[in-house]
């Protein structure tokens, strides 16, 4: 499946089982990761295994030597299930005995299929806590911005995605130093070297409109770095491909122009780009308090969202990235449905139904999953909204962590 693929569903079932693996310690390092990236063949991953279950035998402990050959064991018989390559864009195989609490554990195998980004590489760790950080990463918001960083001698253009930096084009100038050689005039040598930044500058800005027009449907932002006047001087010239001006997102002091000045752009930008991270939450959550407030498009609470959402009217979900909650499906035998919204450490009470007086079955189902079932059987956006600003925020403790904007009035 790729990254285009990817439903917010498909991301929060990785979210869940990513917190749920970060929570899980070993005894001791006994607690195997293994990223495997999709050109990988699985001969090689079985022959890596193998071979670390032999190196194993000689961990002078001896619960954590059977615990580490016990994981590699398991996932040994879980790569069976695969044909001569991983699914696309890799996969990641955690096992290991966890520590359940009184001197006891048990043993957890997870297979994590298609991440939403690439494996880059083949990756083996073993630890008393699995190796998560990669995943995690890519699961962070995602974005893609353009990078140029250049002074008069040299200059990279590449791209941010996500979290990852991508350097992809690079040039060094022409443009002479600023003591004339012998024999010309000041005048002439001046001019000359104006002629060189110009043509330096129209490099750079080939390099960039190359790379970024074909994706500036795509492409969140521009930005732009190095020393002053260089990439006043390059803006203001308005160099770049006119479709890309608006684009920029900024200008960012940065004292190297290599690969390395790349990733000093992306840190000078930070407030800048997680002011870009949140538009689209606080555009969202500013319309839903504008219907709250002075309109009749707006929806919040399990019951009542759940109940526009049945109806097809909800157009966008508004869901809480830290809601962390579970829904009670209660069944009678004549067909009656109940519904609770609870949190996960309660427990599932023996009930009868209201409507009929019959004893009811009960299931128990994550909230956010339950929703997203729903809304994509009508033809709703979901959309997760962080709580790192005050509207977002109180999307989780004011209204639950549950909203939606309607395409219409229902009364509900």
Excluded at 95 to 116: C, F, H, K, Q, Y
Excluded at 141 to 166: C, H, P, Q, S
Excluded at 240 to 246: P, T, Y
Excluded at 325 to 346: I, M, Q
Aim: hydrophobic fraction near 30%.
């Amino acid at each position: 499946m790729s990254e285009s693929e990817q439903t917010d569903k498909q991301k929060y079932e990785f979210r869940k089982v990513i917190e749920k693996l970060t929570d899980y310690r070993g005894s001791g390092t006994q607690l195997v990761s293994i990223y495997v990236p999709e050109d990988r063949q699985v001969s090689s991953v079985v022959q890596h295994v193998t071979q670390e279950h032999s190196e194993a035998s000689n961990i002078k402990s001896k619960d954590t030597r059977t615990s580490v050959q016990d994981a590699l064991k398991s996932i040994k018989d879980r790569l069976r299930y695969y044909d001569t390559y991983p699914p696309e864009n890799g996969m990641v195989i955690f096992s290991g005995a966890v520590d359940t609490g009184g001197g006891r554990s048990d043993m957890i195998t997870e297979v994590l299929e298609s991440p939403p980004r690439p494996i880059e590489s083949f990756r083996y760790h073993c630890d008393s806590e699995f190796l998560t950080e990669p995943l995690a990463e890519m699961l962070a918001d995602e974005g893609l911005f353009g990078l140029i960083v250049l002074d008069r001698r040299e200059a990279n253009v590449g791209w941010l995605r996500g979290k990852r930096v991508e350097p992809v084009k690079s040039a060094e100038s022409l443009v002479p130093g600023k003591q004339r050689k012998g024999g010309q005039s000041a005048q002439r040598f001046a001019r000359l070297r104006l002629e060189a930044i110009d043509n330096f500058y129209q490099e750079v800005a080939g390099m960039a409109n190359d790379l970024f027009v074909p994706e500036r449907h795509n492409i969140d932002g521009i930005l732009v770095g190095g020393p002053s006047p260089t990439k006043d001087e390059f803006l203001d010239g308005d160099y770049l491909h006119h479709e890309l001006g608006d684009e920029v997102l900024g200008k960012f002091d940065v004292s190297y122009t290599d690969e390395s000045g790349l990733h000093d752009l992306v840190d000078a930008a930070q407030d800048v780009l997680d002011e870009h991270e949140m538009m689209q939450d606080k555009k969202l959550m500013e319309r839903f308090f504008e219907e709250l407030h002075d309109g009749d498009l707006a929806t919040y609470g399990f019951g009542p969202t759940r109940e526009n959402l049945n109806m097809g009217a909800v157009e966008t979900l508004l869901l809480s990235e830290d809601l962390r909650k579970d829904v009670a499906v209660r069944e009678c035998p004549n067909g009656h449905t109940e519904y609770d919204f609870l949190d996960r450490s309660e427990s599932l009470p023996e009930t009868d139904c209201q409507r009929c007086g019959e004893p009811m079955e009960t299931e128990r189902e994550d909230a956010i999953d339950h929703l997203i079932d729903i809304a994509e059987q009508r033809g709703t956006e979901p959309y997760f909204v962080s709580t790192d600003f005050e509207k977002g925020e109180q999307l989780l403790s004011a209204f639950g962590g549950i909203a939606g904007i309607l395409r219409y009035s229902t009364g509900v």
